[in-house]
């Protein structure tokens, strides 16, 4: 037996969809009665829900041969991942794909820059998540000295004509930017120290996003003025708190999809506070580029 007072100090995590399963359960000697926020249940509602939904999408898909993409870019600790476990924890397996590709090794290194990348778009049916994209030459890259200045330059100029092509042949294109707050991605980044179902997601680099945070916002400055495009839009998903992110970013999908049996739109609709378009996020940084402390991140 564990010691009393040692358990009561310990926070225990239920795994998610637990709450909402148990929430009518009938008390017994055998349960443990735990209190959770409201919120939270209605989260868990809110995303079962959708996460059907997706089921739905994704059946339709394999019957119209419907091909996606869905890039998922971001600052570190912007919630991304989380987002995307979420969006694929129900789907058949047979029918997605998620990418996250290494670091480059030397073939690729001498490739044409975005042929790793063009390797793994979806075929038919296939629902295909970049988790980073080709997008690592308009940001990472160049903040790291990964690239040269004449690189970064092409690819902004090459990366709206490849995308343009990719939507003209029928592949349906989402791009989402994750944009968390310097304070949150702290936050997130010391939880990562100290929990230790998160040990893997440290990185040298966490504390350098941190320290390289305005230069970030201006390669993101430069990479929404020059990408996004009428074909190929940007959503940006306001990520300080995961759960909404998470419940939107959905949303944001289903409603730009047709698929059968589908919920009636106005259940669909995400919230504007949370997901903006590229556009209005460009507005709001050409006001505040000189005050880096008012953008979102």
Not at 254 to 272: R, T
Request: one cysteine or more; hydrophobic letters at 35%.
């Amino acid at each position: 037996m564990g010691n009393n007072n040692q358990d009561k100090d310990k926070k225990f995590r239920l795994a998610e969809g637990t709450a909402i399963s148990n929430k009518d359960a009938k008390q017994n000697k055998n349960r443990q009665a735990i209190w959770i926020k409201k919120w939270h249940l209605q989260y868990e509602k809110d995303l079962r829900i959708l996460q059907i939904e997706l089921m739905k999408m994704q059946q339709s898909m394999q019957t119209s041969g419907k091909r996606v993409l869905a890039i998922f870019e971001g600052r570190d600790a912007a919630g991304k991942g989380g987002t995307i476990k979420r969006i694929i924890a129900h789907l058949n397996p047979r029918r997605y794909n998620v990418v996250a590709l290494a670091k480059p090794n030397e073939t690729e290194f001498s490739q044409w820059y975005f042929q790793r990348y063009t390797a793994h778009l979806p075929t038919a049916g296939v629902f295909t998540i970049f988790d980073r994209s080709w997008y690592n030459r308009a940001m990472v890259e160049p903040v790291m000295g990964f690239c040269s200045d004449e690189q970064n330059k092409r690819f902004l100029k090459d990366v709206p004509m490849l995308e343009e092509l990719l939507v003209k042949d029928g592949i349906t294109l989402f791009k989402f930017y994750f944009s968390v707050s310097k304070n949150v991605q702290k936050e997130r980044f010391d939880a990562r120290k100290t929990d230790p179902l998160k040990q893997y997601k440290l990185s040298p680099v966490d504390n350098l996003a941190q320290k390289y945070w305005n230069e970030y916002a201006i390669r993101k400055f430069q990479m929404l003025s020059e990408t996004n495009r009428t074909m190929a839009p940007w959503t940006i998903i306001r990520s300080d708190n995961k759960k909404l992110a998470r419940i939107n970013c959905i949303k944001h999908i289903l409603s730009n999809m047709d698929y059968e049996d589908k919920l009636p739109v106005e259940e669909l609709i995400p919230d504007p506070e949370i997901v903006v378009s590229g556009i209005d996020e460009l507005h709001h940084m050409e006001l505040n580029l000189m005050s880096p402390n008012k953008l979102h991140g």
